[in-house]
């Protein structure tokens, strides 16, 4: 029976070491891809492999994108950014990685974020209203996750955050 189960956890700790090297390997191919994004874009496509993320958008239709964290992470500040008037969708994918995005504290956002991580709303809880400009965070987290806030943590409105 204890040959059996060393057996088992062997080759679960054997399928997880495989794991680990192929994120790795796609993380740093990724790495390679990587190219300089506008602060006045109305979609992004940010990413962070093996190393920080510093994005301060000064978008004038804000619409969304993509935000990819891969083994690394930063901070992503949307505070100098106007939302679309239909509000905008920010797809964030996170494997050992994450950040802090950083937002105006009028915008209403919604989470749809599965796996094992998350995202955090950090913000004062106001009544935003249904005419808010909303921002979606649709995505998956795994080993990772967002914090969301209105200003850095140090009460300073025009430092971004470190990351996390």
């Given at each position: 029976m204890i040959g059996k189960l060393t057996r088992i956890l062997a080759a679960i700790l054997f399928g997880w070491f495989l794991f680990m090297l192929s994120a790795m390997a796609l993380a740093a191919i990724k790495r390679r891809d990587v190219v300089a994004q506008e602060p006045d874009a109305d979609e992004v496509d940010l990413v962070a492999s093996f190393?920080?993320?510093?994005?301060?958008?000064?978008?004038?239709?804000?619409?969304?994108?993509?935000?990819?964290?891969?083994?690394?992470?930063?901070?992503?500040?949307l505070?100098?950014?106007?939302?679309?008037?239909?509000g905008a969708?920010?797809?964030v994918n996170a494997l050992f990685g994450g950040g802090n995005l950083v937002v105006p504290e009028d915008w209403n956002?919604?989470?749809?974020?599965s796996g094992i991580?998350?995202?955090g709303?950090?913000?004062t809880k106001l009544d935003r209203g249904p005419d808010a400009?909303?921002?979606?965070l649709e995505g998956t987290a795994i080993f990772g996750g967002w914090g969301i806030t209105s200003s850095p943590e140090d009460g300073h409105p025009d430092e971004v955050l470190s990351p996390v």
């Open positions: 190393g920080p993320l510093d994005f301060k958008s000064t978008a004038s239709a804000f619409r969304g994108g993509r935000v990819e964290t891969w083994f690394g992470g930063g901070v992503v500040d505070r100098q950014a106007t939302l679309d008037p239909m969708t920010l797809e956002v919604e989470t749809h974020i991580g998350g995202v709303d950090g913000r400009p909303t921002l979606r």
